[in-house]
């Protein structure tokens, strides 16, 4: 019976001296993550927002609408000034067509007049003054060509601010869509389906989690432990009063002491000067934000 006594006590002893073993650290802090607040790029009602707090995003995928109603009349209306300064453009063809039949004639009356006259059948004058008509003619074909051209320019320039318009309508409308830009999880929502945004105005609030991050605090005699890139063990509270285990990776060392956060311990500690450092840890699910740790190195 002593002996039962004896071993009880044995085993209560290793128990108490393994749970202090686990329990010591090196550092402690809080898990946080990088979080993204996502604006309105565009003013309206919103139509559509089909997201919840909670709600796994994927990146690129559409969430969302703003009204565009007045957006795509807008367009419509450029559309039809484009068209009618389009319109107006000549048909140089059709006008020069008249020149260029004048002047093929006079190039077939000249070579007639050329061979009456090697027969004597012809005068140099009547030859001269084909020549003379063959000048003015492609004379005026070049002005008529040069006069067209000159308009043709002229009313795609007076489209050109058009354009441009339309092209700016055309980035609205698309921005009008609310697009998600990261994997993550939406944590808060600032807005709901049929208010009226502007540019600017938070929707959501989205962060990744699967890779959560714990800042925590060392001291100055600390820093010649760690190194960026390093390994370290993160131990956060399970059930039973034991811990939970996760591998993390050392990503960013402050490279400016601060005082230790009101958070951390006692009042006497938090008057010490310590370093932020940031671990990232992958989270399978149980990690939470604001949730306590501890590291050892």
Same mark, same amino acid.
């Given at each position: 019976?002593?002996?039962?006594?004896? &071993?009880?006590?044995?085993?209560?002893?290793?128990?108490?001296?393994?749970?202090?073993?686990?329990?010591?650290?090196?550092?402690?802090?809080?898990?946080?993550?990088?979080?993204?607040?996502?604006?309105?790029?565009?003013?309206?009602?919103?139509?559509?927002?089909?997201?919840?707090?909670?709600?796994?995003? #994927?990146?690129?995928?559409?969430?969302?609408?703003?009204?565009?109603?007045?957006?795509?009349?807008? +367009?419509?209306?450029?559309?039809?000034?484009?068209?009618?300064?389009?319109?107006?453009?000549?048909?140089?063809?059709?006008?020069?067509?008249?020149?260029?039949?004048?002047?093929?004639? $006079?190039?077939?009356? #000249?070579?007639? =007049?050329?061979? %009456?006259?090697?027969?004597?059948?012809?005068?140099?004058?009547?030859?001269?003054?084909?020549?003379?008509?063959?000048?003015?003619?492609?004379? /005026?074909?070049? $002005?008529?060509?040069?006069?067209?051209?000159?308009?043709?320019?002229?009313?795609?320039?007076?489209?050109?601010? &058009? /354009? *441009?318009?339309?092209?700016?309508?055309?980035?609205?409308?698309?921005?009008?869509?609310?697009?998600?830009?990261?994997?993550?999880? =939406?944590?808060?929502?600032? $807005?709901?389906?049929?208010?009226?945004?502007?540019?600017?105005?938070? &929707?959501? #609030?989205? *962060?990744?989690?699967?890779?959560?991050?714990?800042?925590?605090?060392?001291?100055?005699?600390?820093?010649?432990?760690?190194?960026?890139?390093?390994?370290?063990?993160?131990?956060?509270? $399970?059930?039973?009063?034991?811990?939970? #285990?996760?591998?993390?990776?050392?990503?960013?060392?402050?490279?400016?002491?601060?005082?230790?956060?009101?958070?951390?311990?006692? +009042?006497?500690?938090?008057?010490?000067?310590?370093?932020?450092?940031?671990?990232?840890?992958?989270?399978?699910?149980? %990690?939470?934000?604001?949730?306590?740790?501890?590291?050892?190195?």
């Amino acid at each position: 019976m002593q002996t039962n006594h004896y &071993l009880l006590a044995f085993l209560s002893a290793l128990t108490f001296s393994c749970t202090q073993s686990d329990s010591e650290f090196d550092a402690t802090g809080n898990f946080e993550a990088d979080e993204v607040i996502i604006s309105a790029e565009a003013s309206g009602k919103i139509i559509r927002l089909d997201i919840e707090e909670g709600s796994e995003l #994927k990146s690129q995928s559409v969430i969302g609408l703003i009204d565009t109603i007045q957006l795509y009349l807008k +367009k419509k209306q450029l559309d039809y000034s484009i068209r009618a300064v389009t319109a107006k453009q000549p048909n140089s063809t059709i006008q020069l067509a008249a020149i260029q039949e004048q002047i093929e004639t $006079a190039e077939r009356e #000249k070579k007639r =007049v050329e061979n %009456l006259l090697k027969d004597d059948a012809a005068t140099q004058k009547q030859l001269d003054d084909l020549n003379a008509q063959l000048d003015l003619l492609q004379r /005026q074909h070049a $002005a008529t060509q040069s006069t067209l051209n000159i308009t043709r320019q002229s009313l795609q320039s007076e489209t050109l601010p &058009l /354009q *441009a318009q339309l092209e700016q309508i055309q980035d609205q409308i698309k921005k009008s869509q609310i697009i998600n830009p990261i994997n993550g999880t =939406v944590l808060t929502l600032f $807005a709901k389906q049929n208010e009226v945004v502007n540019p600017g105005k938070a &929707l959501y #609030k989205i *962060a990744d989690l699967s890779t959560i991050i714990l800042r925590a605090y060392i001291s100055g005699n600390q820093l010649s432990q760690i190194k960026l890139g390093q390994s370290v063990t993160v131990l956060v509270d $399970a059930t039973d009063g034991k811990y939970k #285990k996760y591998t993390g990776t050392i990503t960013w060392v402050s490279d400016k002491a601060e005082f230790t956060p009101k958070t951390i311990q006692t +009042k006497e500690e938090r008057a010490n000067l310590v370093y932020a450092i940031k671990i990232d840890v992958k989270n399978d699910g149980y %990690l939470k934000l604001g949730m306590y740790g501890e590291v050892k190195f």
